[in-house]
């Protein structure tokens, strides 16, 4: 994406709205994440006809549509593979998939699991609601075990997917977790993620105000969160808590809560997104809440080889060194042989 | 076709003139018949002949040495005139171990030559075979003229100064009986020397095996005169061969050539979303070799993705394809019918194996036509088309391609295993002389006038208007849209637009030529055929007509949709009989579209339509 960065490139968000009236449910979370988006990419430096944004099946994939910029509504959890498809014939375009818990990991889990080992180039915005909206109201694999819903009268028994410990051990080199509530946190983490490059995942808590109300609000209720969840900023103490007085140590190999005053400073773990940081990131990404706070913001940012640019580069590699160099001269290499 | 005589006390070898031979060769499937058959086959084709070759292997990479299951068989015939199929019996077999013998003998003509391993003919391999006694030992065989040769023993003796391993010198033995059957049919080794040379230049010693191999078989028949007849089948006569320079081809390689083609003259880049599967997966392999031609092929995580990277390439402007078999098809549909809805150009290619489910792998079929015409949720029209031969693989492909950009559809082109796997000499064309492909951008719209679904009228197409392209943006999907290329649910429009998705595809028809046709255009009988079928049917005319029968052949490369007065053809003949390696697939097709009442032949035995079958199948409705 650097190649096409410009830095005169300066858009309002009006310019990246399309005029389609959006028709989410009102009170909806997508709202908060798609003006977060909206003026993510007015930061980008990137031209409009630039960005791509590909969706799958859900509440949350109607969203290229509310984009003006080139979009894809694609087919049921398939996004990723359409991304890749247009990523890897034109590697300028900045792309973006939108998925939901039921598109992205229940039905495309399969294709979340090799787009991200594969490390494109491409961002994933993983709108998060722990249930099926769209099919008004079954048990998603990321809601919570017990959770009743028409389809699990007596409470949901399957386990919920960690989507970005998941997302780790694909060896995504960007991963981060937004509530969208806190809507300059999510745009800030959103423009660090454009500009990453590679894989992108970001989990965002998004809620359901008609099937799963309140599922988040220990994170987004003003007066609790601070309590409840803990910012990680690179490179800061992992501290949280509405006075900062609590933070996380590490004890045996685990994890554990702590009242500041009740450690030495530098007992207090300090966060890092480095590459090479990765058993820290990976005990972060177990902490679940009401047992720990839970953390939001990045986990881990590396840079590794993109898909797409090895790729070209073995082009460039087979353009120098072939001994066929065109057509023609494909079609006489094997035995032929002339009639006069 | 072929007379053996036995002519025992004569010193000198007769060559008996040919018009064509079929020969099989028949082992375990680690035992390099197909290699062996395919030198025999390319030899034959640059020395002149027509060839046609049938690839006839198992499911099982390596299944138990001389098991039944296990038996490869490479088949194919060499002839002075036009070869239009594989042939229904063979004239030289050659077998590996009783397996091989037991699995081809009913396919061996009586008075055909055997040509046997005999060191292979142990009571063990015997029964594996499920021979309660040898064969050589008893008169089982009588009818044939059998050669056997302890061929192992022949190896270890030619070999003897080349330093391999016992176990290596033995996996020269398909040399040996390649020379054996060069002999016979006077084909001279030097271009197989040559290849061998190139083919194992890293491992010297190999090649030096298999030259001696292959050298001993020639001398083993010079030396003990065990034929007293060798074949000469003469190059076909030259006001029938077209000047030109050609190469040998199979139907797979031919597949991704005309799709490299089609990207060149696009100006496109070549994009091709796959997964492996037999027998699609050469397109895939053979297109990943040729990065420099500005090819990219993803192998994707599974079916779905693989037409998914397609589909998504496709809207950023490459020229996509994607290549499958009948169970990926099915995997792929309603992706397909994404780029229906979306009309992004689109080249499905099935290799139709034997269904349903996983069926019969391997072998070759033309069961996928009804999926491919309607195995698709709601009003899904897409172009089908189908190959007749290996090297016509490389002109329909490019045909898709073509198709596809200029109508801004997806194409399904049915090609199946036997059209993959065999091959035949081709005349490199001149690409200059194929049809150009006509692409409509934003640089022939006006951006004040521009919607996404606004069509042009001649085709009905949209424009192809790509990301990155500024002030275009637009989004699409596999909602609904009306001409502004906004999500509508408004019925009458969902109704127009199913409308013209369908009559887009039925425009395909005012470019489509009369078909294939041989004959007189009234009359009797009728053979209709499409795809692979069509030698079998063609020879079936041919033996027919030679016997006084009056028939028509009339073969269709574009399924659908149809050329535009078939009704017509089809209404001049008393009877159409539609020959297909299915269960009467097209007949639905047929029978449905025009009210003619057709007359199935059908066999799924996974193999090309026997043309035996097919000339009593006429001659008793006569």
């Given amino acids: 994406m650097s190649e096409v960065i410009n830095k005169n490139v300066s858009y309002s968000k009006k310019d990246l709205q399309s005029s389609t009236s959006i028709k989410w449910c009102p009170g909806c979370g997508d709202y908060s994440v798609y003006n977060a988006v909206i003026n993510a990419f007015t930061q980008l430096n990137t031209l409009r006809e630039n960005f791509l944004v590909v969706s799958g099946i859900g509440c949350s994939s109607r969203f290229p549509y509310y984009c003006q910029t080139y979009g894809f509504h694609t087919i049921h959890g398939r996004a990723p593979t359409v991304a890749m498809g247009a990523k890897l014939t034109n590697p300028d375009l900045s792309v973006w998939i939108v998925t939901g818990d039921g598109d992205g990991l229940s039905i495309g889990g399969n294709h979340f699991m090799h787009i991200v080992r594969r490390n494109p180039d491409i961002k994933i915005l993983l709108f998060n609601n722990e249930i099926y909206g769209l099919t008004k109201g079954q048990f998603s694999p990321t809601s919570k075990v017990g959770l009743k819903t028409k389809t699990s009268p007596m409470g949901s028994i399957e386990r919920p997917i960690n989507a970005l410990h998941l997302a780790f051990t694909m060896g995504a080199t960007f991963i981060a977790r937004v509530v969208a509530t806190d809507v300059k946190h999510m745009q800030k983490v959103i423009v660090e993620a454009g500009r990453h490059k590679g894989i992108a995942v970001i989990e965002i808590f998004t809620n359901c105000i008609i099937f799963n109300d309140d599922t988040f609000y220990p994170f987004e209720a003003k007066s609790i969160r601070n309590d409840n969840i803990i910012f990680m900023e690179n490179e800061q103490p992992l501290i949280y808590g509405k006075n900062n007085d609590k933070g996380l140590t590490l004890k045996d190999l685990s994890i554990k809560k702590v009242n500041i005053d009740d450690v030495d400073n530098k007992n207090i773990l300090t966060h890092n997104t480095d590459g090479d940081n990765s058993t820290m990131q990976y005990l972060l990404l177990q902490l679940e809440y009401p047992n720990f706070p839970l953390p939001v913001g990045i986990f881990r940012k590396t840079e590794e080889s993109t898909f797409d640019d090895t790729l070209r580069s073995h082009e460039k590699i087979a353009k120098e060194n072939a001994k066929i160099k065109t057509l023609k001269d494909l079609m006489y290499s094997g035995d032929i042989w002339t009639v006069k | ?622």
Wanted: proline content about 4%; hydrophobic content about 40%; overall charge positive.
């Fill in chain 2, 1 to 622: 076709m072929m007379n053996i005589t036995s002519d025992k006390t004569s010193n000198t070898v007769k060559n008996l003139g040919l018009k064509n031979v079929v020969v099989r060769f028949a082992g375990d499937s680690g035992d390099g018949m197909q290699l062996t058959g395919e030198r025999l086959a390319k030899v034959s084709a640059m020395m002149g002949n027509d060839v046609l070759t049938l690839a006839d292997f198992p499911a099982e990479i390596r299944a138990p040495a001389g098991s039944l299951g296990g038996v490869s068989g490479y088949q194919m015939t060499i002839g002075t005139t036009d070869v239009y199929t594989t042939g229904d019996k063979v004239d030289i077999l050659v077998a590996m171990n009783p397996a091989a013998l037991r699995v081809n003998v009913d396919l061996t003509k009586k008075g055909g030559i055997i040509i046997l391993n005999s060191f292979a003919f142990t009571k063990k391999n015997c029964e594996k075979a499920g021979y309660l006694e040898n064969p050589l030992n008893n008169k089982s065989l009588s009818s044939f003229r059998v050669i056997s040769v302890d061929v192992n023993k022949i190896i270890k003796e030619a070999l003897k100064d080349v330093p391999l391993s016992t176990k290596e010198k033995e996996r020269c033995k398909n040399f040996f009986a390649l020379g054996v059957v060069c002999w016979l049919l006077n084909r001279k080794l030097d271009t197989t020397i040559d290849w061998i040379e190139k083919k194992f230049f890293k491992k010297k010693l190999i090649a030096e095996g298999n030259q001696k191999a292959l050298n001993a078989g020639l001398l083993f028949c010079e030396a003990n005169e065990i034929f007293s007849t060798s074949f000469v089948i003469d190059k076909k006569k030259a006001e029938h061969v077209v000047k030109g320079t050609y190469a040998y081809i199979n139907g797979s390689t031919a597949t991704a050539w005309g799709l490299i083609c089609a990207s060149q003259k696009a100006q496109r880049r070549l994009f091709l979303g796959s997964y492996p599967i037999t027998p699609a997966t050469a397109i895939m392999q053979e297109l990943a070799a040729y990065k420099q031609l500005n090819v990219t092929t993803y192998q994707a995580e599974d079916e779905i993705a693989g037409i998914g990277t397609s589909i998504g390439a496709s809207f950023a402007g490459a020229l996509a394809a994607t290549s499958t078999s009948g169970p990926g098809l099915a995997l792929k549909s309603e992706f397909l019918n994404l780029a229906v809805i979306a009309e992004l150009p689109l080249v499905v290619i099935d290799v139709q194996r034997g269904g349903p489910s996983t069926g019969l792998p391997t072998k070759t079929e033309q069961s996928d036509l009804l999926q491919a015409l309607w195995g698709r949720n709601g009003e899904s029209p897409v172009v089908v088309l189908a190959p007749k031969t290996p090297s016509d693989c490389f002109f329909t492909a490019y045909e898709a391609c073509r198709i596809a950009c200029k109508y801004m559809t997806p194409v399904i082109l049915l090609t199946d295993g036997y059209l993959a796997n065999g091959s035949e000499s081709w005349q490199i064309p001149d690409v200059n002389s194929l049809k150009s492909i006509d692409i409509v951008d934003h640089k022939n719209i006006n951006l004040e006038n521009y919607k996404p679904f606004k069509r042009f009228s001649l085709t009905l197409a949209r424009p192809w208007v790509i990301p990155g392209t500024k002030g275009f943006e637009h989004r699409l999907g596999g909602l609904e849209k009306n001409e502004a290329g906004d999500v509508s649910s408004d019925g009458n429009n969902h109704h127009r637009m199913c409308e013209l998705r369908l009559q887009k595809i039925n425009k395909v028809a005012d470019e489509i030529p009369f078909p294939d046709f041989y004959g007189n255009k009234s009359g009797d009988v009728l053979l209709l055929s499409w795809g692979s079928t069509f030698g079998s049917v063609r020879q079936a005319t041919h033996n027919l007509t030679k016997k006084g029968i009056s028939v028509s052949h009339c073969h269709l490369k574009y399924i659908n949709p149809f050329f535009k007065n078939l009704k017509n053809i089809l209404s001049s003949f008393k009877h159409v009989i539609v020959a297909e390696n299915n269960l009467g697939q097209l007949s639905v097709k047929i029978r449905s579209e025009f009210c003619v009442n057709t007359v199935p032949f059908n066999e799924v035995r996974g193999r090309p339509l026997i043309v035996k079958d097919l000339e009593e199948m006429v001659i008793s409705l006569l």
